[in-house]
């Protein structure tokens, strides 16, 4: 009766290491499969996204052929130099700034205040002047003088 307990443990056992076995290589095979597949659907969208890039049309070198500009002339080449001459401005295409001219205020951070546009425009009075929005959180005020 011992030795039928004790076969019967044995092949019980066996039976649980068999599974336990079959079910860890199935596993193995199905990522194996898996990792397969991936690199190859990988390859494919590489093969592919290098097919596009082929095809797109690329920036013209400066040794390209020449372009029809205009109506239909077709372009001089560009030379490889050239001489630019340049000659001083006159008297009267000259800006010139003072210094006094320039307004530099400093503040600390308990002296700065939100503005809306309104107030901002009021500190500037009897001037004309702009406020322009650069972007969502990005204004310009221009104040245009004599």
């Known amino acids: 009766m011992k030795d039928e307990q ?7 056992d ?10 860890e290589t199935l596993r193995r095979v199905r990522r194996k499969r ?4 991936i690199g190859r659907a990988l390859l494919a969208l590489v093969i592919a996204a290098f097919t596009i890039w082929w095809g797109l049309p690329h920036r013209a070198t400066f040794n390209s052929a020449p372009v029809q500009v ?3 002339v077709p372009a001089e080449p560009q030379a490889a130099a050239r001489i630019v001459l340049t000659s001083p401005l006159s008297a009267g295409q000259l800006v010139t700034t003072r210094q ?8 600390d951070k308990s ?11 009021d500190l500037v009075p009897g001037e ?15 104040i245009v003088g004599p």
Do not use: Y
Request: aromatic share 6%.
């Open 6 to 12: 004790l076969l019967s443990a044995m092949f019980d």
């Open 128 to 142: 004309t002047k702009l406020l322009v929005w650069h972007a969502p959180h990005e204004a310009e005020l221009v």
């Open 111 to 121: 002296t700065v205040a939100m503005l809306d546009d309104d107030r901002l425009l």
């Open 34 to 37: 898996r990792i397969r597949s």
């Open 70 to 72: 205009g109506r239909g």
């Open 14 to 23: 066996a039976a649980e290491f068999r599974e336990q076995l079959l079910g």
């Open 100 to 107: 006094d001219s320039v307004v530099m205020i400093s503040s």
